[in-house]
């Protein structure tokens, strides 16, 4: 996790330089750009250009596009989270729960129940069918040859194609179809609808057991990546053709009060209560969830629901009872933000969050044959962190978050952690 940091803030460096040397654009942020189809059509790509709401920072290359992808790929790649349970024995088969088979296509149910519907996409019907087909043939090559290729176990221990995920890959790669033909055109509560299906997809594979979090970081940054490319591959293939709507204005950084993110954390050191609830070998890992903010002014509200992950650092190994797993702990609250801009497509942001855990007993039995209970209680959670932020795309917002996780009754940890953001 440390390294996916140091590849995080190595992007960032990588598309302030980019942004720095893009050609600057005269733009007035009050202004909503012209929805007149022949002006749009005749020229789309001189269109978009002139009239693109980043002002002089973005520029509409797949590279830049391709930050946040790319930064989930690597993270999932880099955070080794595998080795959690490597002395867990037995009891890791879990019964597997259907619904995430269909959530992952609510996406794209939903992106084409609009268009049957007669609301008018960024693309027609031949240039948004021939895309999507694209789409999904990269995905499943980045997928599937990435997934034969480390052959990662699964948690539950049944087969060994876990890296990366190919459900949220799914969810994803439809979730950015429906951003790009209705989220960035019509309104952005189309992509706020994808991504959260695409996040729920991902968080449940987690809470199955089926993946772990790095897994699913990787799905999400191969799915994101897999439509960008492909839309890229659509402009040369039909030149700028049969788009139907134009790019709405997205206004300035400032403009923004609205992020809803897919938030991890890494729990770098851990001190336990002295009440007896905390187990030395058992730690926390890393907390996976969904965070929504609004910001009106420089001071917002944020409401988040996720789960951490839990641990065995014994030397011995131990035995779970039949379909169990080390317990994930729900976790719930809610909190404010400030922010303070420090450069042109960078922030500062600050949270602190007060909310609850949702606590369990749990049973296990050492190598020497010894039973083993523990429980974890529900108690109060707090926490405050410090995230350095980065504007990847009119869309798109990377964090870089430092601070600390206090669970009443088990513990106090120190946590480093990553956010993807859909702003606006």
């Avoid at 268009?115 to 980045?142: F, H, Y």
């Avoid at 221990?157 to 995920?165: D, I, L």
């Amino acid at each position: 996790m440390k390294r996916s940091v140091v590849i995080l803030f190595l992007l960032m460096i990588v598309v302030s330089s980019v942004s720095a040397t893009t050609i600057e654009i005269e733009f007035d942020s009050d202004s909503l750009l012209t929805e007149n189809r022949n002006a749009f059509s005749a020229s789309p790509a001189a269109f978009m250009t002139n009239n693109i709401p980043f002002s002089e920072n973005y520029t509409n290359s797949l590279i830049q596009r391709s930050v946040v992808p790319g930064a989930l790929f690597a993270t999932g790649l880099l955070y080794r989270d595998n080795n959690l349970n490597e002395r867990i024995v037995n009891g890791m088969q879990k019964p597997i729960s259907s619904t995430s088979d269909y959530v992952q296509y609510g996406p794209a149910l939903l992106m084409f129940g609009l268009k049957v519907c007669g609301l008018e996409s960024r693309s027609d019907w031949g240039r948004m069918i021939v895309t999507d087909a694209m789409s999904v043939g990269i995905m499943a090559a980045i997928v599937y040859g990435t997934k034969y290729t480390i052959s990662r176990e699964r948690p539950d221990g049944t087969s060994f194609n876990s890296f990366p995920s190919g459900h949220t890959a799914t969810a994803f790669v439809a979730a950015t179809l429906l951003h790009k033909e209705y989220g960035e055109t019509v309104s952005p509560w189309f992509s706020v609808a994808g991504y959260g299906m695409a996040t729920v997809t991902g968080l449940m594979r987690i809470e199955t057991n089926r993946h772990w979090v790095s897994d699913v970081l990787a799905g999400a940054g191969a799915g994101m990546f897999s439509s960008e490319f492909a839309y890229s591959l659509s402009d040369l293939l039909f030149k700028e053709r049969y788009l139907g709507r134009p790019l709405k204005n997205r206004g300035e950084y400032s403009d923004c009060k609205w992020s809803f993110s897919l938030a991890t954390d890494y729990f770098i050191t851990t001190k336990y209560a002295n009440d007896g609830y905390g187990h030395v070998d058992m730690k926390p890992a890393c907390t996976a969830g969904i965070v929504a903010t609004y910001m009106p002014d420089r001071i917002g509200a944020t409401v988040y629901a996720g789960f951490t992950r839990l641990k065995w650092t014994g030397n011995d190994y131990i035995f779970l009872p039949d379909y169990t797993t080390l317990p994930n702990i729900q976790n719930f609250g809610a909190g404010i933000t400030a922010r303070m801009p420090l450069a042109d497509i960078f922030t500062v942001d600050s949270q602190l969050l007060l909310g609850g855990s949702c606590g369990n007993e749990y049973s296990f039995t050492t190598v020497q044959g010894d039973p083993l209970e523990w429980t974890i209680p529900d108690g109060v959670r707090l926490k405050g962190t410090v995230a350095l932020s980065m504007r990847a795309s009119p869309y798109s917002e990377l964090s870089v978050l430092f601070g600390a996780d206090a669970y009443n009754r088990m513990w106090t940890s120190f946590i480093i952690g990553t956010r993807y953001s859909l702003t606006f």
